[in-house]
């Protein structure tokens, strides 16, 4: 979701500012809220769109 853009820096997640891991491959640290509200929102969307499919 982070690679698709749902998942925004600063709010959804946040790179590591450890030195040794600079430039290449930083850890990434999650807002775990954060993401559940982009997450939910996405199910309610799915399942809303699925049902008027049916």
Same mark, same amino acid.
């Given at each position: 979701?982070?690679?698709? %853009? /749902?998942?925004? !820096?600063?709010? /959804? #997640?946040?790179?590591?500012?450890? !030195? *040794? &891991?600079? !430039? #290449? *491959? !930083? *850890?990434?640290?999650?807002? @775990?809220? %954060?993401?559940?509200?982009? @997450?939910?929102? #996405? &199910? *309610?969307?799915?399942?809303?769109?699925? &049902?008027?499919?049916?």
């Amino acid at each position: 979701m982070r690679e698709r %853009g /749902h998942l925004k !820096p600063g709010s /959804h #997640w946040r790179s590591s500012n450890d !030195p *040794k &891991q600079l !430039p #290449w *491959k !930083p *850890k990434v640290f999650y807002s @775990i809220s %954060g993401c559940k509200e982009v @997450i939910d929102y #996405w &199910q *309610k969307n799915n399942d809303s769109s699925a &049902q008027r499919s049916a």
